[in-house]
């Protein structure tokens, strides 16, 4: 993978979090894949297709809309970093918020084997 095949990738992945669509994120993870947002948003990572179901599940159903912009990517060998803005409208609370955030995320057989979330 280059990182042409790593931006197809990142616009197909980003696309399926906009679309809330579970099943379309899960196409781009490994069977084994590890994601990371702890200790910010979670107590501890999630492992595998069925644990990032249920995180993924929970969160597009809080939040009725999901807009991410790719600020910078940098890719070497399997290794990806990513600077992105995330806004939300969260339904239960009515209000928008925006994050800031980084990424870096390992690649394996063009999915996504691990995910490491750094919040702003």
Known sequence: M???DFRLFWQA???ALMARNV???LACYTEDV???ESPMMMSEPRQGHEQCRE???KVFEAFSSITISTTSIAFNNDRAWVEWTMSNFHAAAKTHIEIRGALVI???DGKLAHE????D
């Open 2 to 4: 280059n990182i042409e």
């Open 23 to 25: 099943d379309q994120v």
């Open 116 to 119: 490491r979330l750094f919040l």
């Open 55 to 57: 995180y993924w599940s």
């Open 13 to 15: 992945y980003t696309a």
């Open 106 to 108: 390992t690649m394996r």
């Open 34 to 36: 590890v994601y990371d």
